[in-house]
Structures are given as C-alpha cells and as structure tokens.
C-alpha cells in the first residue's frame, strides 16, 4: 500500500489566499499590503497600519479621523471586566487571563450569538480598540497596581503604554512602543493566525477566533518566546559567560529561545529594526550589559547557526526593549497580542467574507481495522 504524502507541522502547504501580508523569508522581506515594514514604522503609525490592514489601503484624512474615533469610542472596558482581570490575575499567567477576559467580554456581546459578516468587523475594531485597555489592566492588576483608565487624548502606542506604566511615554518611548506594535501586527499565516482563521472558518464569531489566537500565541514556540529570550539573556549575565552557557544548552540539544524561524533563513527584519531601540534604550537606562550579553549571544549563535539559516528572530530583542520601559517579563507575550490583534482581525475577517470550512486530514498510522474486542476480564 502506498503511503500518501503528508507536511508535518503543515511546513510549506498553502492553504489560503491573501492581499493582506507578505513574508519573503530568503530576502529577508516583510510587507502590509505591499508597503514594506521598514516604510510603515518610520512613516505610519499603528492605527494608520491596522486600518491598512483591515481594509487594503491608507485611509484618507476623513477616514482616519472616523477610524481613530471609532477606537476611542470602543476602547473602553466596563466595571466588571476590571473585576474579572482584578480577581484571575490573582493567580493566572497574563496570557492566561488574557484570553479568559476577551471570552468573556464575548460572552458578554449579543452580537457574538450569530453574527452576520458586517457584525464579525464590528465586533473585530472593538477588539483591536480594547485590547490594549485589557493588556494594560491585566499587567496592573498582576504587578498589585490600581488600574489606570485609557486618555483619549493619547495615540494608541502612548495609550497602551500609559494605562501599563502609569505615567505618559516620552516621544521616544511612544515611537518605540508604536515601532514595536508596527512589526508585531500582521506576520503571514503563522499559528495564532491560523488558529484565528480556523475558528472562523467553521462560521463562530470573531471573540472565539481571538480567543483561539490567544491560545495559540501563549505557547513557547510562538509568542511565548520573547519572555524565554530575556530569561535566557539574563541568565548569561555578561558576554563573558555567553560561550559556556550556549555550548552546555546546544549539548543538551535545548533550542535557543529567540533564534530560528519557520519562514526567514536570513535576519528577521523585524529584529533589526528592535535591536536599534533596544541598544538605545538600554544604554540610556544604564543596562548596557544587557544589550551587550545580547549581542554577544547573538554573535556566537550566528557563527555556530548561521549557515543552518538560523538568525535572531522578532522575539530576541523584543524582550529586552519591553524589560528596559518597565514591563514585566510575563507582560511580554500579551504586548505581541495587542499588536498583532490587528492581523487576527485582519486575516479572519478577510477569510470569513470568501469562507470555506478548513478541514485537513491525517494519515492514519494506527491498528488494522476490523480488530477483535477482548471483554474486560480476559485483557491483561
Ligand atoms: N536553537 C537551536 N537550534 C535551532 C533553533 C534554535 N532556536 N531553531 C532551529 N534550530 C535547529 C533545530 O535543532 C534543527 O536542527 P537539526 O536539523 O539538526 O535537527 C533545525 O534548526 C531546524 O529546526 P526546526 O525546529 O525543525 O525548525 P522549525 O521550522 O520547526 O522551527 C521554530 C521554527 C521557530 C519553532 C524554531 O526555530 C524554534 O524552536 N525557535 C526557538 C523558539 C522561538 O524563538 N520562537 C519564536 C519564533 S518567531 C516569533 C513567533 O512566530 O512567535
């Protein structure tokens, strides 16, 4: 019998068709809509970003206007949201809380029951509006601080930076929290994606689709491995101790976190641009060290890695931008939430409008049917 061909993890297998982002991993290219993410973080802002997202092109003024006052008016989250996230960050990861309160917050939508396609946008910009609302709480409430309730006088970056750190970004924090939401917004058909567009697909509403997205990003080797790269970062201590704290993890055959990617076998491009503000950062809040224990990791993965086509990936440097403006490292992961939101609306709300059910196969590798059942008292 012949055995039928299959992809395991999916590697390399198309399964839908898009306009909303490009990755070209051999050129080391990233792309929204064909604007490359070099152009978008000097030039756009995030909000500019996720409407291009979302809707394929720039807004014009008016546009923009009626888009950011969308958000402004959605971005609120009601008494009992804040009681939730006050009584589960008690115990629960920030991932974890994280993706209980956007279920709830679905529970809590009419809309949600069945909605239509234009209800599955709606419900989507009152996502992407809250998220960093829920973020921001979900950190405070975890670090035993008072919440701190969004200003509508702030951009969506400063916003979210605001209501986490308790105090408003300077321009350069405020760029550096926008670049970072920027690069983190829309990354091909990577897992949470997926796990959006598959939810979905079966016809269930957007708050399950970034439901099941927040899952999906919770797990190491996704988002979770920015909050990993820091540990590892922090770990070494100094260049110095780099050599000997690779060689023991590569003898143990242990992945390093923050380095390799299913798409890119050059530089993430992404990582580049982060490993410039991290530097920055880090020197002008006297954590060279960091930075320099960073480089020097970077530096003996590449020559050890290199040539296997393994780089720095987004989460290697993210991690230390986040830790060097005050967020605690559990808070890193629900951060690439709040940025990629708008990609997970974008990509499901894109799928639903032209749906068709995923539904893939496995090769079944298990026992020969018809097999005898043995009673209970005769198995040993
Ligand atoms: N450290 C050491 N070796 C590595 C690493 C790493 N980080 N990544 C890949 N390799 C090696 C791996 O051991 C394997 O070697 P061999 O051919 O000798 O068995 C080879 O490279 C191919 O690796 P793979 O695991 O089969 O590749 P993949 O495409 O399944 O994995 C990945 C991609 C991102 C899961 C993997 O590189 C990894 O686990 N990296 C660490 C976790 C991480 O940083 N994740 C963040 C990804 S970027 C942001 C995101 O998408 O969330």
């Known amino acids: ?195 959006a567009m598959l939810t979905i697909s079966t016809l269930s509403d957007m708050y399950s689709a970034i439901t099941s997205a927040i899952s999906t990003l919770k797990g190491p080797l996704h988002g979770g491995a920015n909050e990993r790269a820091l540990a590892l970062i922090k770990e070494t201590g100094s260049p110095d101790n780099a050599e000997k704290v690779l060689s023991e993890k590569m003898e143990k055959k242990e992945k390093i976190m923050g380095f390799g990617h299913r798409v890119y076998k050059v530089y993430d491009p992404r990582a580049k641009i982060l490993k410039g503000y991290a530097e920055y950062i880090t020197k002008k809040n006297g954590q060279e060290k960091l930075f320099q224990t960073a480089t020097k990791i970077e530096d003996l993965m590449v020559n050890r890695l290199g040539e296997k086509g393994i780089f720095p990936n987004v989460d290697f440097y993210s991690g230390i931008l986040y830790y060097s403006i005050g967020f605690p490292p559990d808070v890193f992961t629900p951060i690439f939430a709040v940025g990629r939101i708008s990609g997970w609306v974008a990509r499901s709300y894109e799928y639903v409008q032209n749906n068709r059910l995923f539904r893939p196969r496995s090769r079944y590798a298990g026992e020969k049917a018809p097999r005898r059942y043995v009673p209970i008292n005769e198995r040993n």
Not at 5 to 29: C, H, Q
Not at 96 to 115: A, C, F, H, N, Q
Not at 137 to 165: C, H, M, T, V, W
């Open 1 to 195: 019998e012949q055995k039928q061909e299959f992809s395991r993890g999916l590697e390399g297998v198309i399964a839908a068709e898009t306009k909303i982002g490009y990755v070209d991993g051999i050129n080391g290219i990233l792309a929204y809509r064909g604007y490359d993410i070099e152009t978008l973080t000097n030039q756009s802002n995030y909000e500019e970003v996720s409407y291009l997202l979302l809707y394929g092109k720039l807004p014009s003024e008016k546009e923009y206007i009626e888009y950011v006052s969308e958000l402004k008016k959605e971005m609120y989250i009601e008494d009992d949201v804040y009681e939730l996230i006050k009584k589960i960050s008690r115990t629960a990861h920030p991932m974890s809380s994280l993706r209980t309160v956007v279920s709830y917050i679905g529970g809590k939508d009419k809309t949600s029951v069945d909605p239509d396609v234009k209800q599955q946008e709606e419900i989507g910009i009152k996502l992407i509006a809250k998220m960093p609302t829920i973020v921001a709480a979900i950190k405070r409430a975890s670090s035993g601080e008072d919440f701190i309730k969004p200003d509508p006088e702030l951009s969506y970056a400063a916003n979210f930076f605001y209501q986490s750190a308790g105090r408003k970004p300077d321009t350069v924090e405020a760029k550096m929290m926008d670049t970072a939401l920027i690069l983190h917004a829309d990354h091909g058909m990577n897992a949470s994606t997926f796990s």
